[in-house]
């Protein structure tokens, strides 16, 4: 089974903090994902990656940004955390570079309070 | 605009009922659709994925309907159970590797 981790289910940080998130798969997938979902709007699109090093910016990528070293880890980093980032974030991953039709498998997410 | 419409916004049944989820998209140059399931406070969990020249699928209890001519798809759970209660998304995909989310129903069915 393909298996996504993210480094916290829970997390609580202040604003202005500089926080990571990791997520890990398995199962060698080429794409990565990061979302984030909110109330109302649905999963809005962060930034992705197709290969390692490399990162698009997806809908709403102001305030974040992201680093993939290695194919099995994308990190999203909140270089100084607001409380307007107060959200469930949820990675993903695919596979095939530019091929939609694969799913995407997503981890459990991390709930992100800043206060 | 590349939009993902789902409808109804929620909805109440009773165990062991019939329901159905409608989705419309305006997304364009189609590639795929799927349905997930979203437990509170989980990950999106894929229930099914069709292409342009698939109108059914099925997953269990659950069947995906889908009209690419109307742009219309429909999510239809039979025999509904208490664990069905959850979120269901809609996510279209495009060739251009692109994918639009609609804002999911979210499903409660109770005893």
């Known amino acids: 089974d393909v298996k996504v981790t993210q480094s916290s289910r829970y997390l609580v940080k202040r604003t202005g903090e500089k926080v990571f998130l990791e997520c890990v798969q398995d199962?060698?997938?080429?794409?990565m994902f990061w979302y984030r979902q909110d109330p109302g709007l649905g999963l809005r699109l962060i930034y992705f990656?197709?290969?390692?090093?490399?990162?698009e910016k997806g809908d709403i990528p102001e305030g974040y940004s992201v680093s993939r070293e290695k194919k099995e880890r994308f990190s999203l980093i909140l270089e100084s955390a607001s409380t307007n980032q107060t959200s469930m974030y949820l990675c993903?991953?695919?596979?095939?570079?530019?091929?939609?039709?694969?799913?995407?498998?997503f981890g459990p997410g991390t709930r992100l309070t800043v206060t | 605009k590349n939009q993902v419409e789902q409808s109804p916004q929620s909805l109440i049944i009773l165990e062991g009922k019939n329901c159905t989820l409608q989705?419309?998209?305006?997304?364009?140059?189609?590639?795929?659709l799927r349905w997930y399931k979203q437990d509170t406070g989980r990950g999106p969990v894929s229930l099914t994925i069709?292409?342009?020249?698939?109108n059914t699928k099925s997953n269990g209890r659950y069947t995906a309907t889908l009209d690419a001519d109307t742009k219309q798809s429909s999510l239809h759970i039979t025999a509904s159970q208490l664990s069905d209660s959850a979120s269901y998304i809609c996510?279209?995909?495009?060739?251009?590797?692109?994918?639009?989310f609609g804002t999911g129903t979210s499903l409660t069915v109770i005893p």
């Open positions: 993903a991953s695919s596979l095939g570079a530019g091929q939609s039709s694969y799913e995407q498998y």
């Open positions: 199962m060698d997938h080429e794409n």
């Open positions: 990656s197709y290969d390692v090093k490399m990162k």
């Open positions: 989705c419309n998209y305006t997304v364009s140059p189609f590639s795929n």
């Open positions: 069709m292409t342009f020249s698939e």
């Open positions: 996510v279209v995909g495009t060739t251009g590797n692109q994918f639009y």
